[in-house]
């Protein structure tokens, strides 16, 4: 095996550790707890079915690779909810922090693409990540609706942090925001919401 072979598979294995990481949202039905790995494989079939959607014209292999790397710095830096704000205050440093030891892992020409791309994503100013993050959005609402609202009745969510954790996400697609203002007013009504 060729020391760039064996650098490839050491973080192919290291990111296999992603499928244990869960988070505070549930799969579609009442499932259990989703994890990273599901989550950035449902992310990345949505970017490519739902490209059309976007506002902009954009690379889908691209984005879709920023959907699959995106989390898996919490391999070592933990998920952080959405709504958590001691935890979002941190976040970014101890991500960074994991990004440079999981894609240290790679040779260096990997490890520089994919730690490009994983920024690319955090500044959110392209196209590609614009959009990666409209489904990383969408993602997770998307199951809590299909849950009549399970996860943010538990988390007691207000619908301004839903708005302020999507500020921007009309940038990446109106039509998809839209979508998602309708389950939001839906789940208002509904009572899983909190409307302040």
Do not use: C
Not at 13 to 18: A, C, G, R, S, T
Not at 126 to 146: C, G, I
């Amino acid at each position: 095996m060729t020391e760039r072979l064996k650098q490839q598979m050491d973080f192919l294995l290291e990111v296999d550790k992603e499928k244990n990481i869960f988070r505070q949202t549930h799969l579609s039905g009442g499932g259990r707890a989703e994890n990273d790995a599901e989550h950035a494989w449902h992310m990345a079939l949505m970017i490519y079915l739902l490209r059309e959607y976007a506002n902009q014209d954009f690379d889908p292999l691209k984005a879709m690779v920023m959907a699959l790397i995106h989390d898996v710095v919490e391999i070592d830096a933990g998920d952080t909810y959405a709504y958590d704000e001691a935890g979002l205050a941190t976040q970014q440093e101890r991500e960074a922090r994991a990004a440079q030891r999981i894609f240290g892992l790679l040779p260096e020409d990997q490890k520089a693409e994919l730690l490009a791309l994983f920024r690319e994503f955090e500044d959110y100013e392209t196209p590609e990540a614009r959009f990666a993050h409209v489904l990383d959005n969408l993602q997770p609402l998307m199951l809590n609706h299909s849950n009549n609202g399970g996860d943010w009745r538990t988390h007691q969510v207000k619908k301004s942090q839903i708005y302020k954790r999507n500020a921007k996400t009309a940038d990446g697609s109106r039509t998809l925001w839209a979508y998602m203002e309708d389950m939001v007013a839906e789940n208002i009504k509904k009572g899983n919401i909190r409307d302040e």
